[in-house]
């Protein structure tokens, strides 16, 4: 009601309208005191001569003209109204039409010869519902619209709706059955309430086609289960059930290689396992959903699935969101211009925060700008945790599986250390936020279809196309004898493909060279990891062909895409530098492990970090030591490499991180903060070797029979003095831009080219770039002729280039 109600209701007499108390309020005088208003929801003093007055009269049973009169002999017509204004502005008052049937109808509400509430309607009229749309803000028509609306359940699920239908009916829902004209309220319903056992139902899409072609909302609910979910609620201008579906499923990849077993188009069938109570507790909760948008109720929670754990009688509700580039109710062509676009670098200044590397955003700014994409339902990231067996001087936090992996056989076996996904840091919130950027940068670059792609031959495309073992860089000796290394290491980062066929024709998508300001061109497979679904139609193409190898044992032409040069940031050019330092931090470790050079050490005393002190001092209680060497290449750039042993039993469990950045001090800590990540696997190793935190037999072989003695490119060049920072000559940038034009100095100087492919997707907003420069190494074991061989002679580091032979047999594992 509003105080232009009060004077059009004064001005023509209409006895018809009553005003009063919304119906939730109950009124009680206390002479002298107050006019209290009991709620379900607390008390309301209403104090003054004016409220002691008339709340008596504002039962609902009077009209104003009533109220005037009634309140005449103690209050003026002025004083009245005054006040009638000053508790409608409190929100306490509602006007209503009393139709002849006895139900009240709000002068905003249908004509009462034209209301379906009451017994209109075939609902009895029921005090309590009117109370209810008066509580949750909806007193001026919720029950009518309610009685006036329809609803339709289809049914996709196993269960029996019967029960759904009677829960309808008490609630006062009319529900259209099939077949059912509307009884002269139109031919179809107001909402369609659909149920399913599995929300990633095939026939949800005809669902959701339908509706949206129509223009009208469903309503979607899973009311089975220990876990029953209900909503979202799909309106056609919002997110479509596609865009749900491609959450839910990233969640579900585990599922997979079973499906493909099973040969199944759609989810795996589970057995029901709930109690009549948790069922009928679900199909109330849909109804009241129902109830609350036929009435008129608007809330951006409508939006969300609502998942009840009856269990622990735990409700949470997770957010659905719409993804622009969907290719059902967005525009499905936003990824390929991305890509297409020229890669423009922008001044970015870095965040004024010493500890975050010299980023675009402080830590805590990125985690409050993404951390909505964590969710275990419906989010991109399924959980951000502490890492459970991490020591308690370690920041250390997972995020999920690693994509950059996936899962290839039935079993689901994931890749030793990097079976997660995770992140470090100095401090918890810095952790917290690498762990998210890693998951959703891996997300970003696993292929989802939309991405430009150009079917040709390597010979076809001439000069823009790069050869791929440019940049993976495995010798002729190699590709020779791939099925012996295959089988003698079958970590997938081991794997070397077959050779590329220059005239096979498979597909490209264009990459950018800020070096050479052109566009260039690398296979797809190469740029973006597999689906799940790619994934396991490339084990089975394998299995088909007995693991013999060929191009079965990858997808397409055999090229696996990793994760080296991948990087995220709060800024395009934030991520490109931080990919760019990742290259460059591999390939000086590259440089060290195979050629197994020894490596000045670095003076800790020297840096004063407090961060690299607190590991140190937490490895010393934990019967470990730590170390730092010095990898620094020629590009100047520092890295280092953080060491650890255990030194308390004969298995020295090493582990080792490393870190890079133009900052000495920024390169020893994320090289410290790495080797902490790995701490957690080694950490609980009891006396009889058990108690890893990793079976992978590859990485616990260097575990339980590697030593420093064994090892001794491990520990530092006892011929060279231990470097402090002002061995490195650093002066600080305060743009990002400026960090770039250093970088693509460096490699011009080297004739080296920078290729840089966004990956940011439109649904996720964090900036992500993968970044390439053919010929730097990855530390995998990748041999052929250059800087493995060329840089340490040029550094001074060896007389001569190692012998292929005399590599380093370990590859490196990390």
């Known amino acids: 009601m509003t105080a232009g109600v009060i004077d059009h209701s004064t001005a023509t007499g209409n006895d018809q309208v009553v005003i009063g108390f919304k119906s939730h309020l109950q009124a009680t005088v206390v002479p002298g005191e107050a006019a209290y208003l009991v709620s379900p929801e607390g008390v309301t003093a209403l104090r003054g001569r004016p409220a002691e007055v008339l709340a008596p009269l504002l039962d609902g049973t009077r009209t104003l003209r009533a109220v005037l009169e009634a309140a005449a002999p103690r209050l003026s017509p002025a004083d009245v109204v005054g006040a009638l204004r000053s508790l409608d502005a409190a929100g306490l008052l509602r006007t209503r039409r009393e139709p002849a049937g006895g139900h009240t109808c709000p002068p905003t509400g249908p004509p009462a010869g034209e209301c379906h509430a009451g017994a209109a309607s075939g609902h009895p009229a029921d005090p309590a519902a009117e109370a209810y749309w008066d509580l949750v803000g909806l007193p001026d028509g919720g029950a009518c619209r309610l009685a006036a609306a329809t609803v339709r359940i289809v049914n996709l699920a196993a269960a029996d709706p019967g029960p759904l239908r009677d829960a309808c009916r008490e609630s006062g829902v009319t529900v259209l059955e099939d077949g059912d004209g509307g009884g002269g309220r139109g031919g179809e319903a107001d909402l369609s309430l659909v149920l399913c056992d599995d929300y990633l ?94 009435a008129g109720m608007r809330y951006p929670g409508q939006h969300e699935i609502h998942s009840v754990d009856t269990l622990n009688l735990r409700t949470v509700n997770h957010p659905v969101t719409r993804r622009p580039q969907c290719g059902h109710c967005g525009d499905p062509g936003m990824v390929a211009r991305t890509v297409r676009t020229p890669f423009v670098v922008r001044s970015r200044p870095k965040a004024a925060d010493p500890g975050n590397g010299h980023r675009a955003a402080r830590a805590e700014e990125v985690l409050g700008r993404y951390g909505h994409l964590v969710d275990s339902v419906t989010g991109v990231v399924a959980e951000l945790r502490r890492d459970p067996r991490a020591p308690e001087f370690v920041h250390s936090y997972v995020s999920g599986p690693n994509l950059a992996v996936g899962s290839r056989t039935l079993a689901g076996v994931r890749a030793g250390l990097r079976a997660l996904s995770g992140g470090k840091g100095n401090t918890d919130t810095e952790a917290r936020t690498s762990a998210l950027c890693e998951a959703l940068e891996r997300y970003c670059g696993v292929r989802h279809g939309d991405e430009p792609v150009v079917r040709d031959s390597l010979r076809g495309l001439g000069e823009a196309a790069v050869h791929p073992n440019d940049c993976q860089l495995f010798d002729d000796r190699q590709f020779a004898a791939r099925e012996q290394w295959n089988t003698a290491y079958p970590s997938p980062f081991h794997h070397v493909p077959p050779r590329f066929d220059p005239d096979r024709v498979c597909e490209w998508t264009p990459v950018w060279s800020l070096t050479g300001g052109r566009r260039r061109l690398l296979p797809t497979e190469l740029l973006y990891y597999a689906s799940p679904a790619q994934q396991q139609a490339a084990a089975a193409t394998t299995a088909a062909a007995g693991g013999s190898g060929g191009s079965g044992d990858g997808v397409g032409s055999g090229l696996r895409a990793d994760s ?10 934030d991520a490109l530098v931080q990919a760019f330092l990742e290259l460059v931090e591999r390939d ?42 010095d990898l620094t290449s020629d590009f100047g750039i520092p890295v280092v490499a953080v060491v650890s042993r255990r030194t308390d039993k004969p298995a020295e469990d090493i582990v080792f991180g490393f870190g890079a950045h133009f900052d000495p001090r920024v390169a020893l800590r994320r090289a410290v903060t790495e080797m902490a990540q790995l701490l957690p696997s080694v950490w609980h190793v009891r006396p009889d070797g058990t108690g890893y935190g990793v079976q992978d037999p590859e990485t616990r072989a260097w575990w339980t029979g590697e030593t420093v003695a064994r090892q001794p490119y491990l520990t530092p060049d006892p011929g060279a003095a231990p470097r402090t920072p002002d061995d490195w000559h650093y002066r600080p940038r305060a743009d990002l831009r400026d960090d770039i034009a250093a970088i693509t100095g460096l490699l011009d100087a080297r004739g080296l080219e920078l290729l840089v492919l966004d ?53 490196l594992f990390v």
């Open 201 to 294: 139902l095939p026939e949800l899409a005809g669902v959701d086609e339908r509706h949206r072609a129509a223009g009208r909302p469903w309503l979607l609910a899973k009311l089975s289960g220990r876990v029953p979910w209900v909503g979202p609620l799909f309106q056609p201008d919002g997110a479509c059930w596609h865009c749900l579906a491609v959450r839910l499923g990233g969640h579900r990849a585990a599922e997979q290689p079973l499906r493909r077993a099973l040969r199944l188009t759609g989810p795996l069938p589970r057995p029901e396992a709930s109690l009549a109570a948790g069922r009928a507790m679900a199909q109330h909760a849909a109804v009241l959903e129902t109830a609350k948008w036929l």
């Open 564 to 573: 080296n040069g991948n990087g995220a940031g709060a800024s395009p050019e």
């Open 588 to 629: 000086a470790v590259a440089l060290w492990w195979y050629n197994r050079t020894r490596q000045p050490a670095l003076d800790l005393d020297a840096f004063g970090e407090p961060a690299v002190a607190r590991v140190a001092e937490g490895c010393r209680r934990g019967g470990r030591e730590l170390w730092a060497l």
């Open 759 to 811: 990956q940011t997707r439109p649904d996720i907003g964090l900036p992500v770039v993968k970044v390439l420069v053919p010929g730097l190494r990855h530390f995998w074991a990748r041999f052929a002729p250059g800087r493995l061989f060329d840089v340490p002679v040029a550094l001074g580091r060896l007389a001569e280039p190692t012998a292929y032979q005399q590599l380093n047999p370990i590859p």
